[in-house]
């Protein structure tokens, strides 16, 4: 910081005494006072006093502070950048970073490129682009500028060049393997001193994509015995045949990530590139690479990466159960991407809310699903409306001796009891109702019970199964209105009419049964065997009124999210929403429950009192 800011810094604390603590007036003269208001009126105005305002915050208690201060960050004057492959759809990782970049561009007034790093046409599709753009959009995140790699490669190509004349770089032919094993052992390539006439002729084969050429590579000259591996002469350049989507046949050699990276940032005025501190070993081969061409110079600021538990965020490995058939693609509920946490019922409002809690923190951790869910749940609660679902397995029907003699409905229900505006619901009301068998089995003669919505009802025949006692497959009911519902069981039922519909209730395990993999853990070998669990049931038939995307409560269930258009389909499907207890939260493959997709309807409140107390335990 220079000295005029320490200067004005001063001056702000100085202000911020006078005015907030009393007890410091009485240190300063008339004169200096009436000085030190005129400053604060002054200084009300100047940028650098709101950023002053916001570093004297301090984050509440597990909510981690936004409010850092770049290195070296003037108003105005900031440009950030985010830079993604299109080689795949946005994962959570990918919406820290666009956010944090996003976040520190607006609070110093500056802007926000969004750069895409299209230097791979192995991976690469158009499709992939179009999903980044509408993934951000839904995220509410809008770069000032948007810039493809791939309109710089004239300009790469030429400072490659530019590296082998200096002698900063040579072109290599060495297999990848033998390649692989002397940089891990800080041994020269027998390339590493041709000449530069040589390499620039070299360089030219893999421009021409010529056989020689398609066996080369361009590295940076670095230093091969630096304890970072990361400066053992790095590939700047490959080749690659195939087309790419922008650039049709026009090159056949690419620049690395590595070597694009800071050059394009230096000549697209970027002033801070925020990346994770994944690649915190390759920042001096960033600044390698800006001071050996020359280049304005690029702030590299690094923050941790977003680890969950069970979870994977590499491309690589989720193209992997894309390919092997075992998600529907990269929106599947399953995948830790922007599309598939929403399509599973995750609220950008709740993710946006997350990941800005997180902050812009340094320190790698791995996360917990739970805190997530659990925001999201603070989100949905207030606002999503309440419906009733019966499991259809086994589903027991009850007859009520003095129920109504036709079925009636009321229209003026409410979807949420606790906030009027959500609006009202038709339910229906017949001398035949269904309930569900667990509910069921917890029932006894005489019994008191709450019908939801409707009153009490006393039991007074149970009906089992000749050939499973533990069955119940009838009960008889009779009418208590007037019964006092503070004790009694509260059961939620269906009438007995046409006005229900068939769904599907659809629940999730982890994709992999470890809680995180190792660098040399093969993926196959932990792949969960069933990830996917459905149980059929029947709802009210108001949520024929809900569309694609919409999320209800289920009572005594839980959350959902409609997974299809229901104009379309016979039997919709409902994806369950994750409230971020721990019973949802846990891996069935490890030992949790198994029959999530049913929610927990059963009566049975001892058995769910102990199993609270396993998991505190």
């Known amino acids: 910081m220079n000295d005029q800011k320490i200067v004005f810094f001063d001056t702000l604390k100085i202000i911020f005494r006078f005015k907030y603590w009393p007890q410091h007036q009485s240190r300063y003269t008339d004169v200096q006072k009436s000085y030190i208001l005129d400053l604060a009126t002054i200084i009300k105005f100047e940028p650098h006093f709101h950023i002053f305002l916001k570093k004297k ?63 791979n046409p192995a991976k690469e599709k158009e499709e992939f682009e179009e999903s980044i753009k509408e993934d951000l959009t839904l995220l509410d995140i809008h770069a000032d500028q948007i810039t493809y790699t791939s309109d710089s490669f004239e300009k790469l190509y030429q400072y490659a060049i530019k590296l082998i004349n200096k002698g900063l770089a040579y072109v290599d032919d060495t297999d990848v393997n033998t390649m692989r094993a002397e940089r891990m052992d800080g041994i020269e390539s027998k390339n590493r001193n041709l000449s530069v006439e040589e390499n620039l002729r070299r360089f030219q084969e893999m421009y021409e994509g010529t056989e020689f050429g398609l066996s080369c590579c361009m590295r940076a000259k670095i230093d091969m015995k630096n304890p970072n591996k990361a400066l053992r002469d790095p590939v700047l350049y490959r080749c690659n045949i195939l087309p790419h989507h922008r650039t049709g046949s026009k090159w056949k050699i690419y620049p690395t990530y590595d070597f694009a990276c800071p050059i394009v940032d230096s000549i697209e005025g970027v002033t801070h590139a925020l990346r994770t501190n994944e690649y915190r070993d390759r920042n001096a081969q960033y600044e390698w690479i800006i001071e050996a061409l020359e280049l304005r110079k690029v702030i590299v600021w690094d923050f941790s990466r977003m680890n969950f538990v069970y979870t994977l965020l590499s491309k690589r490995k989720l193209q992997w159960f894309v390919d092997q058939g075992l998600v529907g693609g990269w929106d599947d509920p399953r995948f830790p991407t922007v599309r598939g946490i929403i399509r599973r019922g995750m609220t950008v409002k709740a993710l946006k809310q997350y990941i800005l809690t997180q902050g812009a923190s340094k320190n790698t951790v791995m996360l917990e699903w739970d805190k997530l869910w659990a925001s999201n749940k603070a989100v949905i609660d207030p606002i999503c409306p309440r419906h009733t679902s019966i499991l259809k397995s086994n589903i027991v029907k009850a007859n009520i001796s003095d129920g109504p003699e036709v079925p009636y409905a009321k229209d003026n229900m409410p979807k949420h009891k606790k906030n009027p505006d959500v609006g009202t619901k038709k339910t229906w009301f017949a001398s035949t109702i269904f309930i569900e068998q667990n509910d069921a089995k917890t029932f006894g003669i005489d019994e008191e019970i709450t019908l939801m919505d409707w009153g009490n009802v006393i039991v007074k025949s149970i009906h089992k199964s000749d050939s499973d006692p533990e069955i119940v497959i009838g009960l008889d009911l009779q009418l208590h209105l007037e019964g006092d519902f503070k004790k009694t069981k509260k059961i939620t039922w269906l009438a007995d009419t046409e006005e229900v519909l068939e769904i599907v209730l659809a629940d999730y ?55 299809d258009d229901i104009s379309t389909v016979s039997i919709p499907r409902f994806n369950h929403i994750p409230d971020g207890k721990a019973s949802s939260m846990a891996s069935k493959a490890a030992g949790g429950s198994s029959d999530k997709a049913a929610g927990g309807s059963s009566g049975k409140k001892k058995e769910k009192k102990k199993e609270k107390k396993k998991e505190k335990k």
């Open 57 to 119: 915050k301090k984050a509440r208690k597990g909510h981690p502070s936004m409010n850092l201060e770049l290195p070296n960050a003037e108003i105005g004057k900031v440009v950030t950048r985010f830079p993604p492959e299109p080689s795949g759809y946005l994962h959570i990782g990918h919406a820290k970073a666009a956010m944090l970049n996003q976040h520190f561009a607006q609070e110093y007034k500056g802007k926000m490129i969004l750069r895409f790093d299209d230097t």
């Open 509 to 563: 395990d982890y994709l992999i049964n470890k809680r995180k993999l190792e660098e040399n853990d093969e993926v196959k070998d932990y792949v969960t065997e069933k990830t996917e669990f459905l149980t059929n049931a029947i709802a009210d038939f108001n949520v024929k009124q809900l569309k694609k995307g919409d999320i209800i409560q289920f009572e005594r269930r839980g959350y959902y999210i409609l997974d």
